[in-house]
């Protein structure tokens, strides 16, 4: 798997990382139970430090899309990690968009609830 960082861009190098690996499980390039380089692999080839590649890591354990096991390293999870990659990149666009219209998180969680209840 190849990782891109870019030190100019606003998002942090951690989220870069999580966003390369969900990107891979969406497009299909990476499976279910399919390992990930380890931290220290990762860190050393893109010149970052390795607790930077562990919160990417660990964002994507917290999104449910793999397992951090000691030993074993980081785990693609069972059941559909591409759509949840999918869905977890959707809703990261969806937060962006209703910054830059200036809508609170209040706002946009009732713009969510609402569609919930009516199908809009």
Do not use: W
């Amino acid at each position: 798997m190849l990782f891109r960082v870019d030190p100019s861009l606003p998002l942090s190098l951690g989220d870069q990382i999580a966003a390369a690996v969900r990107g891979a499980i969406a497009d299909g390039s990476v499976h279910t139970g399919e390992r990930l380089p380890p931290a220290r692999e990762v860190a050393r080839s893109l010149g970052v430090n390795m607790h930077t590649v562990l919160r990417g890591y660990q964002r994507l354990r917290d999104e449910g899309l793999i397992e951090l096991r000691r030993g074993r390293g980081a785990v693609v999870t069972g059941g559909s990690p591409a759509g949840r990659a999918l869905l977890v990149t959707q809703a990261r666009r969806l937060v962006a968009d209703a910054r830059v219209l200036g809508l609170s998180d209040d706002e946009l969680l009732a713009l969510v609830r609402k569609s919930l209840t009516d199908g809009t």
